[in-house]
């Protein structure tokens, strides 16, 4: 199946720093690229819905100004927190969807494990 | 509102068979996914189902009932790694995904 590779997979930082987490389709091109995070034991809450060369559809309730999306390429998005606090800790998962259809499947990465001291 | 009904926990035997059901209230449906995630892991995907009934993948079945909004993963020959939680996942009529909160497969030996 289709490839979607997450980077980095754990990352700690200081409060108040900005951490950036690469999302990218390794071996097809991504028109639409989701972000989700949860928390343990938790579903997946959608934080945005990115695509290419236009600005992120954000969830209700999602800061846009400290979640920032860019998804700059066919096979790459980024999500950056911004001044990030011990609350913003959590997993950050994206998703990738196969093809042009809204009901093409949909292929995750890793995920990122964010820690904020 | 929407909504996705899943049992929070299922037990089963290695070897056996299980059925892990799951029920929405979606406003309007574009199709049904289950994925599979280990603890502290990413999903990764099962299946699809966007018409009526059975599909079968190796020890892994999904069905839908899109007149009963239902569908149930069956899981054959239960191995020890198939201990994860479940995910159903609806795409409603904005072709939105909303999540069922997942079922913790448990297998004993």
């Known amino acids: 199946g289709a490839v979607v590779s997450q980077h980095p997979s754990r990352v700690i930082c200081k409060s108040g720093t900005s951490v950036k987490i690469e999302c990218r389709s390794l071996?097809?091109?991504?028109?639409?690229m989701f972000w989700y995070r949860q928390f343990p034991k938790q579903s997946l809450m959608l934080m945005a819905t990115?695509?290419?060369?236009?600005?992120?559809?954000?969830e209700q309730g999602v800061e846009k100004d400290k979640f920032l999306i860019n998804h700059a390429s066919l096979t790459l998005s980024t999500l950056t927190v911004t001044s990030a606090h011990p609350e913003d800790s959590s997993f950050y998962i994206c998703?990738?969807?196969?093809?042009?259809?809204?009901?093409?499947?949909?292929?995750f990465g890793e995920g990122s494990r964010l820690t904020v001291l | 509102g929407q909504n996705i009904d899943q049992p929070t926990e299922m037990t089963a035997t290695e070897g056996a068979i299980v059925q892990i059901n799951c029920t929405y209230q979606?406003?309007?449906?574009?199709?049904l996914f289950w994925y599979q995630q280990h603890a502290g892991e990413a999903p990764t995907f099962l299946s699809y189902?966007?018409l009526d009934g059975l599909e079968e993948k190796g020890r892994f079945s999904s069905f839908l009932s899109r007149s009963k909004g239902y569908s149930y993963l069956l899981l054959k020959e239960l191995q020890m790694k198939d201990s994860a939680s479940y995910l159903c996942?609806?795409?409603?009529?904005?072709?939105?995904?909303?999540w069922g909160a997942g079922t913790k497969l448990i297998i004993k030996p």
């Open positions: 998703s990738a969807r196969v093809g042009d259809s809204d009901t093409g499947e949909l292929f």
């Open positions: 071996d097809f091109q991504a028109t639409t």
């Open positions: 990115s695509n290419e060369g236009s600005k992120a559809t954000y």
């Open positions: 979606t406003s309007g449906f574009n199709g």
């Open positions: 189902n966007v």
């Open positions: 996942a609806v795409v409603d009529s904005n072709y939105q995904l909303i």
